[in-house]
């Protein structure tokens, strides 16, 4: 059993220090896609959290079944990667029941079972593409790429972002308001992208925290505010009607209508 779970840890390091090897700074970034990772592996889990981040997906994890569903349901995602040995139940069940829930995103299946039987299962019962473990990064990136293009509805959905005459070109990373062009910082753009997602809904600070600036635990600090507030000033500040809405000691809510 020692030796087992040994040979199976040199297998996986090497599995991640491979995949390491083929990160490059000239490596094709996507548009801000949300991406669901089910793996319930906490090292490849991490890994792969890091790696697709950095080739700019926005990305949720989660290690078994159960918070996956959650997650589903609660997030409006792009794309979902989904292992299929999961503690709680096989990722085959967890795909059919998404997708009875109307999930409409396509399904990357990533899985260390290889026989064909297992792959047509899979394809089958909702997968749209099955890549078998160990696998290279950059085949896992073009495989995700050609899903989201052949989704080709969602990607223009994705790409451009439209609340009332505020629109927002993710490709370009540009934001416009009634066809002016607003100067905004990078940063600005992110959270004006995660307002105009959440159109309509109330986000908390520690939402904005945790999506934007992907902390965790509230610090104490007034970053959200202060970004809040010179947003504020470019996308409502020429006399136009005030889309972001302060919800005292709650949060902030742009405005759909
Ligand atoms: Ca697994």
Not at 140 to 158: C, F, G, Q, T, Y
Request: charged fraction near 30%.
């Amino acid at each position: 059993m020692f030796i087992f779970r040994m040979l199976e840890c040199t297998y996986q390091c090497c599995f991640i220090a491979g995949l390491i090897a083929e990160i490059s700074p000239g490596m094709h970034y996507d548009p801000l896609m949300r991406l669901l990772l089910v793996e319930d592996e906490i090292d490849i889990q991490r890994f792969l959290r890091t790696s697709l981040e950095e080739a700019g997906y926005q990305v949720e994890a989660a290690g078994d079944g159960k918070t996956a569903e959650r997650l589903a349901v609660d997030g409006q995602f792009d794309i979902l990667i989904v292992d299929l040995g999961l503690p709680d139940q096989d990722g085959i069940s967890l795909i059919l029941k998404l997708r009875q829930l109307g999930l409409r995103a396509p399904v990357l299946i990533l899985s260390a079972r290889r026989s064909v039987d297992d792959r047509v299962r899979g394809l089958e019962q909702g997968g749209d593409d099955y890549l078998t473990k160990p696998f290279a990064l950059a085949e896992l990136l073009a495989r995700l790429r050609n899903l989201l293009k052949r989704n080709s509805p969602s990607v223009i959905e994705a790409t451009r972002l439209q609340v009332l005459d505020l629109e927002l070109d993710l490709l370009r990373r540009e934001a416009t308001r009634s066809g002016e062009l607003l100067q905004l910082t990078t940063q600005e753009f992110v959270l004006l992208e995660y307002l105009c997602r959440n159109a309509g809904r109330v986000v908390t600070r520690s939402m904005i925290l945790d999506k934007v600036w992907g902390m965790r635990i509230q610090p104490d600090t007034n970053v959200v505010d202060v970004h809040i507030y010179r947003l504020r000033g470019k996308v409502d500040g020429h006399g136009q009607k005030p889309l972001i809405r302060t919800l005292r000691g709650v949060g902030y809510v742009l405005k759909d209508r």
